[in-house]
Every structure is written in C-alpha cells, then in structure tokens.
C-alpha cells in the first residue's frame, strides 16, 4: 500500500498570500496518478488535479500542481476566500487507491 | 446534469447490515468504472470499494473485504454497496465516486464525480 503523507496539517495564511502544500508518498507514484482534491465543510470532495500537473474542468489557474516520484506539491498562487478548506492528495495508480490525511488551509 | 445521488444511511446496530445506493444521471453509467469512499466524522478520507463498468471485476479495502459488496445494476443507472456484520468503526459518510476517463497513455483516472454522500452510524 502506498502511503501519502501531507504537510504542514494547518496552513494558516491570509487572503492574497501563495499556499504550498506538500504530499510525499512512501513509494514512487507515477505522475500519471496523482491528484488534489478539495473539500469545504458539509460538502464532498472537489477534483482540482489530476495527474499531477493538470487542472480538471473549471478549476481556476491560480491553483498549480508539480512534482514526481515521491514528492509532490499543491500550489495556491493567491488565496481566494473561497479557497479556505481542507485539501487531500489521492494515487489513484495501484490498488489499494489511498488518500494523504489532509491539510487544513485556514483564514489567518 | 451529471450527478450521483446516495441513499440508505441511517443508523444500525453492531452486526446488523445496511444497504447503501447511489444513483447517476446526466451521463453513460455503463462506461464507468465507480467507487465507494467514505469519511469517519472530523476524519480524512479512507477508499472501500471499487466495482468495473461492467461489473465483473471488484475489489475492497482490507477493513471491509468479507464483510462489504459492492454492485451495480446498469440498467438502473445505480450503484450499491451491502454491508453486513457492520462495527462502530464503519461509522462514517458513505460516498460514491465516478472515475473519470484517462486521455492518452493511461489506465485509470481520479475521481471526477462525488455524490453528496450518506451517513452511516454504526451504535448500540
């Protein structure tokens, strides 16, 4: 089983600040296989990126994904208020599919 | 629009079973490759169960398999997971998720659609 593990648990910024999120994996996920999603309280989770780099439908540009291997980054170039949530990274290339434990990006 | 929609969470004892279902509309079900993900309250997020578009091929967690089965009636459009023999810690929100299709040189895609999800309390 490949393990994700995210950092910082809490990021606490301000409106306009850049968000870097990271997510290490206990073994290489090919880049094809990575994604973020988001998730606002009550609400599921919203797919952001997917193979690692690549914004799905209707995500706006200020969010970036990068990285391979085993390390891998979450970027918010300018924090929206909207964007004050918790965000996961998922491998979606081997089974068991598993998730990172997610970080908290709250309003400073 | 494309949407799922779960149904059949509520609350049951330690032991007893539970049948959750998902239905989708506004897209091809039959194409799609879907899974059931849940949530434990103020917890990440913990995969369960992944069933083909064709139904025939399966696969579980280690915390559910011999207990969970997941299943689809594409003629209904609805995806469902039986769950017996349930514990306190199957307590969670249940959701199900489409996966999406991969463009180019790949063979799986994350997980594009969620529904909502449904609450599942597992209490004596």
């Known amino acids: 089983e490949i393990v994700l593990t995210q950092s910082p648990g809490t990021l606490s910024l301000s409106p306009g600040e850049r968000a870097t999120l990271s997510c290490r994996a206990s073994q290489s996920v090919s880049s094809s296989y990575l994604a973020w999603y988001q998730q606002k309280p009550g609400q599921a989770p919203r797919l952001l990126i997917y193979?690692?780099?690549s914004r799905a439908a209707g995500i706006p540009d200020r969010f970036s994904g990068s990285g391979s291997g085993t390390d891998f980054t979450l970027t918010i170039s300018r924090l929206e208020p909207e964007d004050f949530a918790v965000y996961y990274c998922q491998q979606y290339g081997s089974s068991p599919w598993t998730f990172g434990q997610g970080t908290k990006v709250e309003i400073k | 629009q494309v949407q799922l929609v779960e149904s059949g969470g509520g609350v049951v004892q330690p032991g007893r079973s539970l049948r959750l279902s998902c239905a989708a509309s506004g897209f091809t079900f039959s194409s799609f490759t879907t899974h059931w993900v849940r949530q434990a309250p103020g917890m990440g997020l913990e995969w369960v169960a992944v069933?083909?578009?064709?139904?025939?091929?399966?696969n579980y967690a280690d915390s559910v398999k011999g207990r969970f089965t997941v299943s689809r009636d594409n003629s209904k459009k609805t995806l469902y997971l039986q769950m017996n023999s349930l514990r306190v810690e199957d307590t969670a929100v249940y959701y199900c998720a489409r996966e999406g299709v991969c463009g180019g040189d790949c063979y799986a895609g994350p997980f594009d659609i969620w529904g909502q999800g449904t609450m599942v309390t597992v209490s004596s």
């Open positions: 193979g690692a780099s």
């Open positions: 069933v083909s578009s064709d139904g025939t091929t399966k």
